[in-house]
Protein backbone atom coordinates (compact mmCIF):
# COMPACT_ATOMS: atom_id res chain seq x y z
CA UNK A 1 0.00 0.00 0.00
CA UNK A 2 2.80 2.47 0.93
CA UNK A 3 4.79 1.58 -2.76
CA UNK A 4 1.63 2.33 -4.42
CA UNK A 5 0.98 5.74 -2.64
CA UNK A 6 4.44 6.67 -2.97
CA UNK A 7 4.49 6.23 -6.84
CA UNK A 8 1.38 7.93 -7.37
CA UNK A 9 2.63 11.37 -5.33
CA UNK A 10 5.88 10.56 -7.24
CA UNK A 11 4.01 10.61 -10.47
CA UNK A 12 1.99 13.72 -9.40
CA UNK A 13 5.31 15.45 -8.35
CA UNK A 14 6.34 14.40 -11.99
CA UNK A 15 3.61 15.94 -13.63
CA UNK A 16 3.87 19.08 -12.11
CA UNK A 17 7.48 19.61 -13.23
CA UNK A 18 6.93 18.27 -16.28
CA UNK A 19 3.89 21.22 -16.92
CA UNK A 20 6.51 23.50 -15.57
CA UNK A 21 9.21 22.76 -18.08
CA UNK A 22 6.36 22.55 -20.27
CA UNK A 23 5.93 25.79 -19.43
CA UNK A 24 9.39 27.65 -18.90
CA UNK A 25 10.17 25.67 -22.71
CA UNK A 26 7.05 27.91 -24.21
CA UNK A 27 7.91 30.85 -23.04
CA UNK A 28 11.62 30.27 -23.92
CA UNK A 29 10.64 29.29 -27.65
CA UNK A 30 8.32 31.75 -27.77
CA UNK A 31 11.10 34.58 -27.07
CA UNK A 32 13.72 32.55 -29.58
CA UNK A 33 11.35 32.56 -32.54
CA UNK A 34 9.84 36.40 -31.67
CA UNK A 35 13.55 37.28 -32.00
CA UNK A 36 13.51 38.53 -35.90
CA UNK A 37 10.51 40.72 -35.22
CA UNK A 38 11.69 42.15 -31.73
CA UNK A 39 15.07 43.18 -33.27
CA UNK A 40 12.45 45.13 -35.99
CA UNK A 41 10.64 47.31 -33.26
CA UNK A 42 13.18 50.31 -34.02
CA UNK A 43 11.54 50.87 -37.57
CA UNK A 44 8.55 51.99 -35.19
CA UNK A 45 10.48 54.76 -33.69
CA UNK A 46 10.22 58.09 -35.77
CA UNK A 47 13.64 59.47 -37.30
CA UNK A 48 13.53 62.62 -35.35
CA UNK A 49 15.90 63.74 -32.50
CA UNK A 50 13.21 63.93 -29.57
CA UNK A 51 10.46 60.54 -30.03
CA UNK A 52 7.49 61.56 -27.31
CA UNK A 53 5.22 58.48 -26.78
CA UNK A 54 2.22 58.65 -24.47
CA UNK A 55 4.83 57.02 -21.52
CA UNK A 56 7.79 58.90 -21.91
CA UNK A 57 9.84 61.50 -23.87
CA UNK A 58 13.07 60.10 -25.84
CA UNK A 59 16.11 62.68 -26.67
CA UNK A 60 18.51 60.93 -28.95
CA UNK A 61 21.29 63.78 -27.81
CA UNK A 62 24.47 63.86 -30.07
CA UNK A 63 23.09 61.07 -32.81
CA UNK A 64 20.04 62.85 -33.29
CA UNK A 65 18.13 59.95 -34.65
CA UNK A 66 15.87 58.19 -32.39
CA UNK A 67 15.01 55.40 -35.18
CA UNK A 68 19.56 55.13 -35.03
CA UNK A 69 19.31 55.00 -31.20
CA UNK A 70 17.04 52.31 -30.80
CA UNK A 71 18.86 50.34 -34.17
CA UNK A 72 21.76 50.35 -31.95
CA UNK A 73 19.95 49.63 -29.39
CA UNK A 74 18.16 46.10 -30.50
CA UNK A 75 21.11 45.62 -32.39
CA UNK A 76 22.69 44.85 -28.90
CA UNK A 77 19.54 44.21 -26.78
CA UNK A 78 18.65 40.88 -28.87
CA UNK A 79 22.09 39.23 -29.12
CA UNK A 80 22.09 39.40 -25.10
CA UNK A 81 18.90 38.14 -24.87
CA UNK A 82 19.73 35.25 -26.89
CA UNK A 83 22.64 34.82 -24.42
CA UNK A 84 21.36 35.17 -21.22
CA UNK A 85 18.84 32.25 -22.78
CA UNK A 86 21.49 30.26 -23.35
CA UNK A 87 23.56 30.96 -19.67
CA UNK A 88 20.42 29.85 -18.09
CA UNK A 89 19.64 26.72 -20.23
CA UNK A 90 22.99 25.62 -20.55
CA UNK A 91 23.78 22.26 -19.03
CA UNK A 92 28.23 22.15 -19.93
CA UNK A 93 30.71 22.44 -17.38
CA UNK A 94 31.77 25.63 -19.36
CA UNK A 95 28.87 28.14 -19.50
CA UNK A 96 30.11 30.78 -17.12
CA UNK A 97 32.34 31.52 -20.06
CA UNK A 98 29.35 33.27 -21.67
CA UNK A 99 29.10 35.74 -19.20
CA UNK A 100 32.46 37.45 -20.93
CA UNK A 101 30.22 38.50 -24.18
CA UNK A 102 26.87 38.65 -22.00
CA UNK A 103 29.52 41.28 -19.96
CA UNK A 104 30.43 43.05 -23.36
CA UNK A 105 26.90 43.83 -24.46
CA UNK A 106 25.86 44.99 -21.31
CA UNK A 107 29.07 47.76 -21.57
CA UNK A 108 28.08 48.62 -25.76
CA UNK A 109 24.46 49.17 -23.99
CA UNK A 110 25.16 51.54 -21.53
CA UNK A 111 27.66 53.06 -23.60
CA UNK A 112 24.77 53.62 -26.19
CA UNK A 113 22.50 55.88 -23.79
CA UNK A 114 25.75 57.44 -22.41
CA UNK A 115 26.17 60.94 -23.73
CA UNK A 116 30.05 61.65 -22.15
CA UNK A 117 31.20 58.35 -24.77
CA UNK A 118 31.62 59.83 -28.14
CA UNK A 119 31.78 56.39 -29.90
CA UNK A 120 30.21 52.89 -29.46
CA UNK A 121 32.71 49.73 -28.66
CA UNK A 122 35.71 51.82 -28.59
CA UNK A 123 37.86 50.04 -25.55
CA UNK A 124 35.15 47.82 -24.77
CA UNK A 125 38.16 44.77 -24.21
CA UNK A 126 39.72 47.07 -21.73
CA UNK A 127 36.73 47.03 -18.99
CA UNK A 128 36.31 43.30 -19.75
CA UNK A 129 39.80 41.98 -18.52
CA UNK A 130 38.99 42.21 -14.83
CA UNK A 131 36.35 39.70 -15.65
CA UNK A 132 37.96 37.68 -17.92
CA UNK A 133 40.87 37.40 -15.80
CA UNK A 134 38.99 35.74 -13.21
CA UNK A 135 36.84 33.41 -15.77
CA UNK A 136 39.28 31.93 -17.87
CA UNK A 137 41.37 30.49 -15.32
CA UNK A 138 38.29 29.28 -13.63
CA UNK A 139 37.27 28.14 -16.30
CA UNK A 140 40.41 26.80 -17.23
CA UNK A 141 41.37 24.70 -13.75
CA UNK A 142 37.68 23.44 -14.14
CA UNK A 143 38.92 21.76 -17.20
CA UNK A 144 42.37 20.30 -16.05
CA UNK A 145 40.36 18.99 -12.55
CA UNK A 146 37.88 17.35 -15.01
CA UNK A 147 40.59 15.99 -17.40
CA UNK A 148 42.60 14.72 -14.34
CA UNK A 149 39.57 12.79 -12.85
CA UNK A 150 39.01 11.40 -16.69
CA UNK A 151 41.83 9.97 -16.41
CA UNK A 152 42.61 8.51 -12.93
CA UNK A 153 38.63 7.21 -13.38
CA UNK A 154 36.69 4.93 -15.16
CA UNK A 155 34.16 8.55 -15.03
CA UNK A 156 32.53 9.61 -18.61
CA UNK A 157 32.67 13.23 -19.15
CA UNK A 158 28.68 13.14 -18.33
CA UNK A 159 29.52 11.93 -15.28
CA UNK A 160 32.35 14.86 -14.47
CA UNK A 161 30.15 17.34 -15.44
CA UNK A 162 26.92 16.44 -13.38
CA UNK A 163 29.62 16.27 -10.28
CA UNK A 164 30.65 19.73 -11.12
CA UNK A 165 27.30 20.96 -11.74
CA UNK A 166 25.10 22.39 -8.73
CA UNK A 167 21.73 21.97 -9.47
CA UNK A 168 19.43 24.86 -8.43
CA UNK A 169 15.67 23.99 -8.26
CA UNK A 170 14.09 26.84 -9.60
CA UNK A 171 15.15 29.97 -11.71
CA UNK A 172 15.62 32.42 -8.83
CA UNK A 173 18.24 29.53 -7.16
CA UNK A 174 20.18 29.51 -10.45
CA UNK A 175 20.06 33.79 -10.32
CA UNK A 176 21.50 33.33 -6.82
CA UNK A 177 23.80 30.99 -7.56
CA UNK A 178 26.23 33.62 -9.53
CA UNK A 179 25.46 36.53 -6.90
Known amino acids: MKTHQKLKKELIQFRQTDKKSLIIGSVVATILAITPYLFYLYE ?27 WLFTGKAIPLLLLFIWFFTCRHWWYHVILVPIAMYLYQIFGIFNDNISFVDEFQLMYLVPLMAIIIPTIYLIRAKMFDKLNTASKTMEELEDEFMIKPKNIWEKIKQYF
Open 44 to 70: SVPTKRVWDTFLFSYDSGSYENANYVM
